[in-house]
């Protein structure tokens, strides 16, 4: 008999139901999970995020410090990268909130938790636009690329997109009431979750999926084409063996930059697709916490894409990690081993 009533008793304490703020009578429950799903989860969350730090940090590294990558198209992707390692560095903070449920930090960090992760989402997404447009002047117009992607001009633009951004994710935040103490009085004590109204859903829609979307596809459909219309001029004045060798090479040059296009393309669509899907739809917060990490994924998966492609990085991360770039001149090495574009 003693051994049935402890029994009993155990199944009543699991199934007892637990508060973040026992306390305060509006608490939120705490979420009931195994013993070894936290850990699991922490794991997981604390290897990306070491993973999307390490590989941002090398990009900013390599970009900063070797003199031979100054140029317009690479401090895109140093503002790029500078964004997705802020990600990495969030994600944990994003990874406790989605464990643990509750939220004790208070409503203010919240507030400024969300505006902070809505400004770097929104940056790297205006990077991609950015580095986009590079190309397509790089490619379709080279003539007039010097004349029109200045230095100064490339910096600018990067400034004035991180100033919109922190613009449009502070009045997001400011909007959505995450500020106001007021604005818990219809949710439970201790969550910090997004409550947006559908207008601003609308509005997040068109300004950060299809307005990026169908402006960066479009952009590089019409690099590829231009790209594919030069190599067919230029196989149709090639004549004899040497000739016809050279088009080979470019064939295959131009197989490539479609791979790494389409590589481009699919990635920003696959994380982003399934989340602005949903987040205008009548979906479970659990889906949308899922899908919030797909999203929070393209900042590891762009210095693979935009990084590794190149030859130069893969040269660039061997001197970082022997640390010769503690060197004397280092800074002056010349990592191109053939020219490129």
């Keep these: 008999v003693n051994t049935v009533l402890c029994f009993a008793l155990e199944i009543t304490e699991d199934h007892e139901i637990q508060y973040c703020f026992p306390a305060i009578n509006s608490s939120c429950i705490k979420g009931k999970r195994s013993r070894h799903e936290p850990n699991i989860m922490y794991m997981f969350f604390s290897l990306l995020s070491a993973w999307t730090v390490f590989l941002n940090l090398l ?4 970009i900063s410090h070797f003199k031979k990558l100054y140029t317009q198209t690479n401090l895109i992707i140093l503002s790029l990268a500078v964004a997705d390692m802020l990600i990495g560095l969030v994600m944990p903070i994003e ?7 509750c939220w004790y930090f208070g409503d203010t960090f919240c507030g400024l938790f969300l505006a902070i992760t809505a400004l770097l989402i929104s940056a790297s997404l205006s990077n991609l636009v950015l580095i986009a447009v590079d190309r397509y002047v790089a490619v379709c117009h080279p003539l007039l690329y010097p004349q029109k992607i200045t230095t100064t001009k490339t910096l600018i633009s990067i400034c004035l997109s991180w100033v919109c951004c922190l613009t449009s994710s502070t009045a997001f935040v400011i909007n959505n009431g995450y ?23 609308i509005t997040d829609l068109i300004m950060c999926f299809i307005f990026p979307c169908i402006l960066i596809i479009s952009l590089y459909l019409r690099i590829f084409y231009v790209v594919h219309q030069q190599v067919k001029v230029i196989n149709t004045l090639m004549k004899g063996g040497k000739c016809l060798n050279e088009g080979s090479v470019r064939r295959k040059s131009e197989s490539k930059a479609a791979l790494t296009l389409g590589i481009i393309v699919t990635v920003y669509l696959l994380c982003w697709i399934p989340y602005y899907i949903c987040s205008i739809s009548a979906v479970s917060s659990t889906t949308i916490n899922v899908l919030t990490w797909f999203v929070f994924s393209n900042s590891g998966l762009n210095p693979m894409v935009y990084a590794l492609f190149y030859p130069w990085f893969k040269k660039t991360v061997k001197l970082i990690l022997t640390l010769k770039i503690f060197q004397a001149a280092s800074s002056l090495v010349n990592i191109f081993t053939e020219h490129q574009l």
Excluded: P, Q
Aim: net charge neutral; hydrophobic share 45%.
């Design 59 to 62: 990009v900013i590294i390599s």
């Design 95 to 101: 990874a406790s909130r989605l464990i643990e449920v």
């Design 179 to 201: 500020f106001d103490i007021s604005h818990k009085t219809n949710v439970c004590y201790g969550e910090c979750s997004l409550m947006i109204s559908f207008a601003w859903r």
